[in-house]
């Protein structure tokens, strides 16, 4: 198995970042979404939570494809092609980085195959090279929503960056509480079935790999014919570690939760649904998303 030839040039992703955003924005292919951010900490476990304030124009993009989709008859694809407008850079033969057209965070990167692959298929050597590629370039959270019912919007495979720090991120607190043996644990305020597991910047994608794989067994999931997933999922990493989220549905009381939930970064339509994120306790939105931990 070969490492895959990375055509982005060090030292040029966050100048490209910058660039392309800025010119996006002028053109209009860039739609970002105001958001209201709030901070609520429960039970010692902190959320920012974002109350969407134009969802609308995200759904009347959506609600104008899915006409053309059933006009034509064939399922429309943002990624082939995708706008040039929102091309960032090449990362290598088989993985380009483009904006994510409709965001929340600044600098939001989307990571996509050149070529079509479902969004259920399992992570390969070259999605995480080229993840890998991006992550030396600057700090940032890859997320990976494995399947509709962990949050996924698009079929055709990508995984996500958007540049936060450690501490940038809610749960980085819970993740020093992590209990583990071998590199490989558990974290004691989650209450729904999950797995965690250390990297090293500067690893190989191989390592990196055969971990992923590790915390996809320890939690019940399985390759299947066409390196398909058994079950769906979320995925999360930085530079310094891993974890993944087995899912059972997309949504709670229509609170919709995709793998920043599991950061702890989740987002609302509107305040009523602010209060009611409060009311249940986002841990426990999250609770039932997932599947419930099997206590020792």
Same mark, same amino acid.
């Given at each position: 198995?070969?490492?895959? =030839?990375?055509?982005?040039?060090?030292?040029?992703?966050?100048?490209?970042?910058?660039?392309?955003?800025?010119?996006?924005?002028?053109?209009?292919?860039? %739609?970002?979404?105001? !958001?209201?951010?709030?901070?609520?900490?429960?039970?010692?476990?902190?959320?920012?939570?974002? *109350?969407?304030? &134009?969802?609308?124009?995200?759904?009347?993009?959506?609600?104008?494809?899915?006409? +053309?989709?059933?006009?034509?008859?064939?399922?429309?694809?943002?990624?082939?092609?995708?706008?040039?407008?929102?091309?960032? !850079?090449?990362?290598?033969?088989?993985?380009? #980085?483009?904006?994510?057209?409709?965001?929340?965070?600044? @600098?939001?990167?989307?990571?996509?195959?050149?070529? /079509?692959?479902?969004?259920?298929?399992?992570?390969?050597?070259?999605?995480?090279?080229?993840?890998?590629? #991006?992550?030396?370039?600057?700090?940032?959270?890859?997320? @990976?929503?494995?399947? %509709?019912?962990?949050?996924?919007? $698009?079929?055709?495979?990508?995984?996500?960056?958007?540049?936060?720090? =450690?501490?940038?991120?809610? *749960?980085?607190?819970?993740?020093?509480?992590?209990?583990?043996?071998?590199?490989?644990?558990?974290?004691?305020?989650?209450?729904?079935?999950?797995?965690?597991?250390?990297?090293?910047?500067?690893?190989?994608?191989?390592?990196?790999?055969?971990? @992923?794989?590790?915390?996809?067994?320890?939690?019940?999931?399985?390759?299947?014919?066409?390196?398909?997933?058994?079950?769906? @999922? &979320?995925?999360? /990493? !930085?530079? =310094?570690?891993?974890?993944?989220?087995?899912?059972?549905? +997309? +949504? /709670?009381?229509?609170?919709?939760?995709?793998?920043?939930? /599991?950061?702890?970064?989740?987002?609302?339509?509107?305040?009523? $649904?602010?209060?009611?994120?409060?009311?249940? &306790?986002? *841990?426990?939105?999250?609770? &039932?998303?997932?599947?419930?931990? $099997?206590?020792?």
């Amino acid at each position: 198995m070969h490492q895959q =030839e990375i055509r982005l040039k060090p030292g040029t992703l966050w100048t490209r970042i910058k660039k392309t955003t800025e010119l996006a924005l002028k053109s209009g292919a860039l %739609k970002s979404i105001p !958001t209201e951010l709030e901070i609520f900490e429960k039970d010692g476990i902190k959320f920012v939570i974002r *109350i969407l304030e &134009n969802i609308n124009r995200k759904n009347a993009d959506k609600a104008k494809k899915d006409q +053309e989709a059933t006009k034509t008859g064939k399922e429309f694809n943002p990624f082939l092609p995708y706008e040039e407008d929102l091309f960032v !850079t090449d990362i290598s033969n088989t993985h380009v #980085c483009i904006l994510n057209k409709f965001n929340v965070v600044d @600098y939001h990167l989307l990571i996509i195959t050149r070529a /079509f692959e479902p969004q259920e298929s399992l992570l390969t050597l070259e999605d995480l090279t080229a993840v890998w590629a #991006c992550l030396a370039e600057f700090n940032g959270l890859v997320f @990976y929503n494995g399947g %509709k019912l962990a949050g996924a919007s $698009q079929p055709h495979k990508h995984l996500q960056i958007v540049p936060f720090t =450690e501490t940038d991120i809610p *749960i980085s607190s819970l993740l020093k509480t992590a209990k583990l043996e071998n590199d490989l644990g558990t974290i004691p305020e989650f209450p729904f079935l999950h797995a965690f597991t250390t990297l090293k910047m500067g690893e190989s994608a191989e390592v990196t790999l055969e971990k @992923y794989h590790t915390l996809l067994r320890t939690v019940g999931i399985k390759p299947l014919e066409n390196n398909m997933q058994s079950g769906a @999922y &979320n995925l999360l /990493f !930085t530079r =310094e570690w891993m974890l993944i989220v087995p899912r059972k549905q +997309e +949504e /709670f009381e229509k609170i919709s939760v995709n793998s920043l939930g /599991f950061a702890g970064a989740l987002l609302v339509k509107n305040q009523q $649904q602010m209060q009611l994120l409060k009311n249940i &306790n986002p *841990i426990n939105l999250l609770n &039932n998303v997932a599947f419930p931990r $099997q206590q020792n």
